[in-house]
């Protein structure tokens, strides 16, 4: 996918060296309740099963982007879906510090969610996101994300803090066909 000033191109192991740095800013960790990666290799181990697309047991299916500057051809970040049955997935970015408040983050997830509202057989996105992170709100409002309670959260447990924001998929990509993932995006 690529917009304006970005390129999301689909996670492989090869970005581990180019994220690692980008992930290692600790600010990022404020809110979300995850460690910096400990080095290079774990995060290439992490990546070569994200690459797969699909969980061992087949239940869930993944979709993950780097977030690449064009301009600079530094990747900066990344945004990921998480499809469960029922045709709904779970949604985040993650962006390096030194690039909030430049609209990147509202680039990269307009970009992700206009594919996962047109190529990916969905009925609605959740996000979870900490109360703290003001951010975030304000971006998953101007997505279109409206918040719901907890209770409606249909995968799993919400971490404590934690509101949870529903998007209603306005038309199901491939209801008539019976498609229910492109695999590849374009």
Known sequence: MQT?????????????????DALRDPQIYSFIPENPPLSTAALRQRYRMLQRGISADGSELWLNWVIRIVS??????CVQATV????????AYVLA????????????C??????????????????TVSAENHRSLR????????EVDAARYPHGKVVEGDRVFCLAIRSVAGEATGLHLRATPR
């Open 4 to 20: 304006e000033r970005l390129r999301l191109e689909p996670l492989v192991e090869g970005h581990a060296v180019e994220m690692f």
């Open 72 to 77: 600079s051809d530094r990747c900066v970040g």
């Open 84 to 91: 469960h049955a029922g045709r709904t997935a779970d949604f």
């Open 97 to 108: 510090s030194a690039f909030w408040g430049r609209g990147i983050a509202s680039e990269a």
């Open 110 to 127: 307009v970009a992700a969610v206009d594919f996962l509202e047109t190529e990916v057989a969905l009925r609605s996105l959740y996000a």
């Open 139 to 146: 971006l998953l409002a101007r997505l279109g994300f409206a």
